[in-house]
Protein backbone atom coordinates (compact mmCIF):
# COMPACT_ATOMS: atom_id res chain seq x y z
CA UNK A 1 0.00 0.00 0.00
CA UNK A 2 1.19 3.59 -0.82
CA UNK A 3 1.89 5.88 2.25
CA UNK A 4 3.14 9.52 1.92
CA UNK A 5 4.30 11.06 5.11
CA UNK A 6 4.66 15.37 5.27
CA UNK A 7 6.44 16.57 7.78
CA UNK A 8 6.56 19.67 9.27
CA UNK A 9 2.94 19.49 9.72
CA UNK A 10 2.79 22.91 9.85
CA UNK A 11 5.40 25.51 9.27
CA UNK A 12 6.41 29.35 10.73
CA UNK A 13 8.20 31.45 8.65
CA UNK A 14 9.33 35.63 8.46
CA UNK A 15 8.79 37.29 4.90
CA UNK A 16 11.99 36.70 3.43
CA UNK A 17 13.33 33.31 5.85
CA UNK A 18 13.85 30.30 3.13
CA UNK A 19 12.68 26.64 4.18
CA UNK A 20 12.16 23.37 2.72
CA UNK A 21 9.37 20.94 3.12
CA UNK A 22 9.62 17.17 3.02
CA UNK A 23 7.50 14.72 1.73
CA UNK A 24 8.54 10.93 2.36
CA UNK A 25 7.23 8.14 0.49
CA UNK A 26 6.62 4.30 -0.27
CA UNK A 27 5.18 2.91 -3.36
CA UNK A 28 5.53 -0.04 -5.52
CA UNK A 29 6.02 1.73 -8.26
CA UNK A 30 6.29 5.80 -8.79
CA UNK A 31 4.17 7.09 -11.70
CA UNK A 32 4.71 10.30 -10.31
CA UNK A 33 4.87 12.44 -7.55
CA UNK A 34 3.09 15.40 -7.10
CA UNK A 35 2.71 19.03 -5.25
CA UNK A 36 -0.01 21.21 -4.94
CA UNK A 37 -1.06 24.43 -2.94
CA UNK A 38 -4.11 24.28 -1.18
CA UNK A 39 -5.80 27.83 0.29
CA UNK A 40 -8.22 27.59 2.98
CA UNK A 41 -11.95 26.89 1.08
CA UNK A 42 -10.35 26.18 -2.06
CA UNK A 43 -9.45 23.21 -4.18
CA UNK A 44 -5.58 21.90 -4.17
CA UNK A 45 -4.13 23.72 -7.33
CA UNK A 46 -1.54 21.96 -8.86
CA UNK A 47 2.21 22.97 -8.38
CA UNK A 48 4.22 20.23 -10.00
CA UNK A 49 4.60 16.49 -11.29
CA UNK A 50 7.64 15.06 -10.85
CA UNK A 51 8.81 11.35 -12.53
CA UNK A 52 11.98 10.08 -11.33
CA UNK A 53 14.99 10.77 -8.95
CA UNK A 54 17.21 13.54 -9.98
CA UNK A 55 14.41 15.41 -11.36
CA UNK A 56 13.91 19.13 -10.42
CA UNK A 57 11.26 21.56 -11.21
CA UNK A 58 10.94 25.54 -10.23
CA UNK A 59 7.82 27.68 -10.19
CA UNK A 60 8.70 31.41 -9.01
CA UNK A 61 9.90 30.88 -5.53
CA UNK A 62 9.32 27.26 -5.38
CA UNK A 63 11.37 24.07 -6.13
CA UNK A 64 10.63 20.62 -6.43
CA UNK A 65 13.06 17.80 -6.29
CA UNK A 66 12.87 14.23 -5.75
CA UNK A 67 14.61 10.70 -4.51
CA UNK A 68 14.26 7.50 -4.32
CA UNK A 69 12.24 8.15 -0.87
CA UNK A 70 11.20 11.35 -0.68
CA UNK A 71 10.64 15.40 -2.36
CA UNK A 72 11.56 18.51 -0.86
CA UNK A 73 9.52 21.56 -1.54
CA UNK A 74 11.53 24.46 -1.26
CA UNK A 75 10.78 27.47 -0.94
CA UNK A 76 13.02 30.35 -1.30
CA UNK A 77 12.58 33.71 0.26
CA UNK A 78 8.60 33.14 0.90
CA UNK A 79 6.44 36.13 0.75
CA UNK A 80 2.99 36.44 2.79
CA UNK A 81 0.76 35.37 -0.32
CA UNK A 82 3.18 31.87 -0.24
CA UNK A 83 0.62 31.12 2.94
CA UNK A 84 -1.60 28.14 2.47
CA UNK A 85 -1.24 24.61 3.10
CA UNK A 86 1.44 22.22 0.62
CA UNK A 87 0.43 18.61 -0.33
CA UNK A 88 1.92 15.85 -1.61
CA UNK A 89 0.65 13.08 -3.59
CA UNK A 90 2.23 9.71 -5.24
CA UNK A 91 0.31 7.44 -8.00
CA UNK A 92 -1.43 6.74 -9.22
CA UNK A 93 -1.44 3.40 -8.24
CA UNK A 94 -4.85 1.46 -9.57
CA UNK A 95 -5.90 4.46 -11.31
CA UNK A 96 -5.55 6.36 -7.68
CA UNK A 97 -3.34 9.22 -5.72
CA UNK A 98 -2.49 9.21 -2.03
CA UNK A 99 -1.99 11.75 -0.41
CA UNK A 100 0.15 12.92 2.36
CA UNK A 101 -1.29 15.02 5.25
CA UNK A 102 0.17 18.14 4.28
CA UNK A 103 1.95 21.23 5.27
CA UNK A 104 0.55 24.20 6.51
CA UNK A 105 2.88 27.42 5.81
CA UNK A 106 2.36 30.96 7.19
CA UNK A 107 4.74 33.32 6.48
CA UNK A 108 4.41 36.83 8.50
CA UNK A 109 5.65 39.85 6.74
CA UNK B 1 -3.91 24.77 -18.22
CA UNK B 2 -6.73 21.97 -17.24
CA UNK B 3 -9.48 23.68 -15.52
CA UNK B 4 -11.84 21.53 -13.36
CA UNK B 5 -15.35 23.84 -12.12
CA UNK B 6 -17.37 22.66 -9.34
CA UNK B 7 -20.99 24.12 -8.57
CA UNK B 8 -21.76 25.12 -6.51
CA UNK B 9 -19.15 26.11 -3.98
CA UNK B 10 -21.37 26.83 -1.01
CA UNK B 11 -24.43 25.09 -0.15
CA UNK B 12 -26.39 25.21 3.25
CA UNK B 13 -29.82 22.11 3.24
CA UNK B 14 -32.03 21.03 5.70
CA UNK B 15 -31.80 17.80 6.83
CA UNK B 16 -33.04 14.87 5.10
CA UNK B 17 -32.97 16.87 1.97
CA UNK B 18 -30.94 15.76 -1.02
CA UNK B 19 -27.61 17.88 -2.71
CA UNK B 20 -26.41 17.91 -5.91
CA UNK B 21 -22.83 18.92 -6.49
CA UNK B 22 -21.92 19.50 -10.19
CA UNK B 23 -17.75 19.07 -11.49
CA UNK B 24 -17.42 19.90 -15.31
CA UNK B 25 -13.95 19.82 -17.11
CA UNK B 26 -13.84 22.93 -18.94
CA UNK B 27 -10.76 22.90 -21.40
CA UNK B 28 -10.59 18.68 -21.53
CA UNK B 29 -11.77 15.54 -22.08
CA UNK B 30 -11.81 13.89 -18.36
CA UNK B 31 -12.01 9.82 -18.52
CA UNK B 32 -12.12 9.62 -14.74
CA UNK B 33 -13.20 11.83 -12.20
CA UNK B 34 -12.74 11.75 -8.53
CA UNK B 35 -14.38 12.43 -5.45
CA UNK B 36 -12.93 13.45 -2.63
CA UNK B 37 -14.05 14.92 0.81
CA UNK B 38 -11.48 16.95 3.25
CA UNK B 39 -12.26 17.71 7.16
CA UNK B 40 -10.87 19.90 8.40
CA UNK B 41 -7.22 20.80 8.92
CA UNK B 42 -6.87 16.97 7.33
CA UNK B 43 -5.56 15.83 4.22
CA UNK B 44 -8.35 14.51 0.94
CA UNK B 45 -10.02 11.45 1.77
CA UNK B 46 -10.76 9.77 -1.77
CA UNK B 47 -14.84 8.50 -1.91
CA UNK B 48 -14.99 7.41 -5.28
CA UNK B 49 -13.99 6.77 -8.89
CA UNK B 50 -15.81 7.19 -11.74
CA UNK B 51 -15.23 6.51 -15.50
CA UNK B 52 -17.51 8.01 -17.97
CA UNK B 53 -20.65 5.81 -19.10
CA UNK B 54 -19.89 3.02 -16.32
CA UNK B 55 -20.50 2.93 -12.74
CA UNK B 56 -18.68 4.27 -9.74
CA UNK B 57 -15.99 2.50 -7.71
CA UNK B 58 -16.11 3.57 -3.94
CA UNK B 59 -13.63 3.66 -1.45
CA UNK B 60 -14.05 1.35 1.36
CA UNK B 61 -16.62 2.83 4.18
CA UNK B 62 -18.23 4.89 1.47
CA UNK B 63 -22.42 4.39 1.30
CA UNK B 64 -22.50 4.04 -2.35
CA UNK B 65 -26.21 4.56 -1.72
CA UNK B 66 -25.85 8.17 -0.19
CA UNK B 67 -23.17 9.64 -2.52
CA UNK B 68 -24.97 8.72 -5.47
CA UNK B 69 -22.17 9.40 -8.35
CA UNK B 70 -23.31 10.06 -11.99
CA UNK B 71 -20.39 10.26 -15.11
CA UNK B 72 -22.32 11.16 -18.01
CA UNK B 73 -20.49 12.33 -20.63
CA UNK B 74 -16.21 13.26 -20.39
CA UNK B 75 -16.88 16.62 -19.07
CA UNK B 76 -19.54 16.03 -16.60
CA UNK B 77 -19.68 13.95 -13.13
CA UNK B 78 -22.01 14.83 -10.41
CA UNK B 79 -22.14 13.73 -6.66
CA UNK B 80 -25.71 13.90 -5.20
CA UNK B 81 -25.93 13.60 -1.13
CA UNK B 82 -28.67 11.76 -0.64
CA UNK B 83 -31.21 12.21 2.99
CA UNK B 84 -28.54 14.67 4.02
CA UNK B 85 -27.22 14.43 7.62
CA UNK B 86 -25.39 17.25 9.69
CA UNK B 87 -22.73 14.67 9.69
CA UNK B 88 -22.44 15.21 6.07
CA UNK B 89 -20.84 18.49 6.77
CA UNK B 90 -18.26 18.80 4.86
CA UNK B 91 -16.01 20.29 2.03
CA UNK B 92 -16.37 18.26 -1.49
CA UNK B 93 -13.78 18.39 -4.16
CA UNK B 94 -13.94 16.77 -7.63
CA UNK B 95 -10.29 16.08 -9.96
CA UNK B 96 -10.76 15.12 -12.68
CA UNK B 97 -7.22 13.22 -15.45
CA UNK B 98 -7.46 14.89 -18.50
CA UNK B 99 -6.50 13.12 -22.14
CA UNK B 100 -4.06 14.71 -23.42
CA UNK B 101 -2.18 15.93 -20.47
CA UNK B 102 0.25 13.00 -18.66
CA UNK B 103 -1.50 10.27 -17.63
CA UNK B 104 -0.95 10.84 -13.92
CA UNK B 105 -1.90 14.34 -13.73
CA UNK B 106 -5.00 15.29 -12.66
CA UNK B 107 -6.72 18.72 -11.49
CA UNK B 108 -9.14 20.01 -8.73
CA UNK B 109 -11.93 22.03 -8.57
CA UNK B 110 -12.52 24.60 -6.38
CA UNK B 111 -14.26 22.87 -3.57
CA UNK B 112 -18.06 22.92 -2.06
CA UNK B 113 -18.59 23.59 1.36
CA UNK B 114 -21.91 21.67 2.36
CA UNK B 115 -23.76 22.31 5.57
CA UNK B 116 -26.48 20.52 6.84
CA UNK B 117 -28.25 21.98 9.39
Known amino acids: EDQVTQSPEALRLQEGESSSLNCSYT??????LFWYRQDPGKGPEFLFTLYSAGEEKEKERLKATLTKKESFLHITAPKPEDSATYLCAVGPTGNKLTFGGGTRVLVKP | GAVVSQHPSRVICKSGTSVKIECRSLDFQATTMFWYRQFPKQSLMLMAT?????????EQGVEKDKFLINHASLTLSTLTVTSAHPEDSSFYIC?????????????FGQGTRLTVV
Open chain 1, 27 to 32: VSGLRG
Open chain 2, 95 to 107: SARAQGFRDTEAF
Open chain 2, 50 to 58: SNEGSKATY
